[in-house]
């Protein structure tokens, strides 16, 4: 099963993503968390890949598609695999399948209005040594400003200022909701109201994924 996660930055993909890898045991691929690490190895490539990312534009179709092949063909993803930020583009999508064949695969889309999204993110701090995630308003520490995992002082993401985040919203909506169109062509495509608590958002993305996963046996069964 492939699931692929749409929705704009901070919909709350990186979250639910989790929950998902989680409880069905597919791995979550997120091509920002693999684009921040190739960019924080600081090689010259690594350095273009930050300077793109903290602007709030794309990352080149090309690196991203390959960076993307390699983590699918891995091992743990031969069940299946959830997609957290990939693909961002009609052309990503369409090398999608032809890197990794037909699977099962569902695109759901989180649905978060502008404003929303805006007010989320100039609260959203980060873990910069473990990589947790937090919301002051919604999802705050339990001790102010540090990571209660690992207990380093949270950040905010430089892309998380609230200029690049209009930038990145700009580019959602010219770029990457095109493919909910391609999705529903193909029959594949289920939104749901991310403006939701977490856990009622992850209920009804579960309910998908049962029924889903409830009629890929049944075929099984019938075969
Ligand atoms: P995210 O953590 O998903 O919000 O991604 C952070 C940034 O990484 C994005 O704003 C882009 O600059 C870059 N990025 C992540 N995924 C992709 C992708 N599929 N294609 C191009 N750029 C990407």
Redesign the pocket.
Known sequence: MRVILLGP?GSGKGTQGERIEHLYGFPRI????L?RAAAAEGTPLGLQVKA??ER????GDDL?IEIVRERVHAQDCREGYVL??????LT?AKRLTEMDGERDETAIEIRVEDSVIVDRLSSRRICPSCGAVYNMKLKPPEQEGLCHICGSPLVRRQ?DAPAVVRE?LRIYHLQTEPLIGFYRMKSIFYPVHGENSIDRVFEDIRAILDDLLRSKDKRRVEI
């Open positions: 930055p997120s091509t920002g968390d684009l793109v990312m709030g534009d794309l990352v991203v957290d930020g990939f693909p961002r583009t990503q892309d990145r």
